[in-house]
């Protein structure tokens, strides 16, 4: 049988001086105005060897280094333990933000990954603020997770040693919990479907919850079906692989009311009887990038002990084709009571959260955020690197956004005027399972959603875009990006 790749796990230090072994990385900072006299300037450069600052002088003096945010230069040093020399370029101030911090530290990790290294050392001086510390140890990590999990001659090399001089062992720990636990998200959604299907899914949230302290509950098909969550066996009936919904809890706040965070975990989307093309269907393994984000979340939430209660929850099924398939036409009654006609077996995602969503009400949270790969009509309003915001609360709605921008996530706020709710009735049950054409089908999606939360204060998160990327960056492979992980910690950290 064949293994993947393990996840990433270089040992990390913090050592309070520099020494020459491995691959040094500094950073280059350009002046906020260019007439002062020194716009082109590397942090620590002094602590290097004579040789090596002469050599950057020099290419500072040429043009070849620039300082240019993104800009990635490699200095042989001729050093016999220290031969490569890295300078990261950062900019100007109002650039490094958190997200370009984090971007910087996987394009450097990325550029080296060719050849096994032993250790790859960052000094870190005052070009990069210490609370964005943790965010380049974070970006170091991801760059050593990719979509390569089963090439035979692996191409990629994961340092056995980095190495942070200048950065706090706090700072250096908790970049290490955000990083990983981002590549478990990615881990999840880049294994292929035929693996990584509802059980196995619900196997290694339960394994992750065990090694973190979190209480895991597993519903099976005969607990679903005793809890009337009927809409999330429709989706799975067709499937070998039988339905789950997995709640993780995490109890860090005493006595208050918990936050919920749901995810849509289709394991893999055929479409089932609405089936899709081939070029539809060959990345639907991304599906359940939703409930993987919770997964993820969840456990930086855990090791970081964040002072909430939270609980994530993730409805788990495979959308497939068979002759027990659910049909155009059927009408499902979901656990809350709620009757759903089904136009469309493609919409499939909604009609999972719809039972997922009335398990978190059952907990009476203080607040639920909800992320599915929901619509294309998404994409099409957004684009594939900004994901939408949709809600029945704007206060809440605006805090998510603000800790979004904190971590530099792009995402925008769509309308939910109630003209829309007519666009969702059905004439044969309460609703149905798709709008009215292709016009506002985003949108309509959540309207299906809100008629699950009642009146508890809800966002959902359309990450049908940026989940899931069909060509790399400099910071990133393509396939999963982990995205909304990191936007998760930061609102339920932030939150009062």
Known sequence: MITPAPLPAPKITTPEQVTATGVMVCFAVQADKSSEKKYVSIDRIDELETSAKTALAQLIQSGEIEGKSGEIVQVATGHPSAPILVVAGLGKTAQRTRGKILETGAAVIRRLVDKSRAEITFLVGDAISPEHHDALVAGTLTGCEGQHLYQSEPAFFVPEKLAFVGVSPQATAEGETLGSSINLTRRLVNEPPTIMNPTEFAERAKIMASEEGLECEIWDETRLEKEGCRAILAVGRASTSPPRLVILKYNGGGDEAPIAIVGKGVTFDSGGLSIKPSDGMVDMKCDMAGAATVVGAM????????????????????????????????????????TIEILNTDAEGRVVLADTLDVAVQH?????????????????????????????????????????????????????????????????ADIKNVGEGRWGGAITAAKFLENFVGETPWVHIDIAG???????KPHRDAGATGVMVRSLVRWVRDRS
Do not use: H
Not at 313 to 338: F, H, P, Q, W
Not at 373 to 393: D, F, P, Q, R, W
Not at 466 to 472: E, I, R, T, V
């Open 466 to 472: 940026p989940a899931f990327a069909d060509s790399p």
């Open 364 to 428: 009476k949270p203080s607040a639920i955020i909800d992320l599915a790969t929901l619509t294309g009509a998404c994409m099409v309003a957004l684009g594939n690197e900004v994901a939408g915001l949709m809600t029945n609360s704007d206060d809440l709605c605006r805090t998510f956004s603000d800790a979004a921008g904190q971590e530099n996530e792009p995402v925008w706020q769509l309308p939910m005027f109630s003209l829309y709710d007519e666009k969702v009735k059905s004439k044969v």
């Open 299 to 338: 456990r930086a939430i855990a090791q970081l002990g964040l002072k909430r209660n939270v609980i994530g929850l993730c409805g788990l099924a495979e959308n497939m084709i068979s002759g027990d398939a659910y049909k155009l036409g059927d009408v499902i009654e979901t656990r809350s009571g709620k």
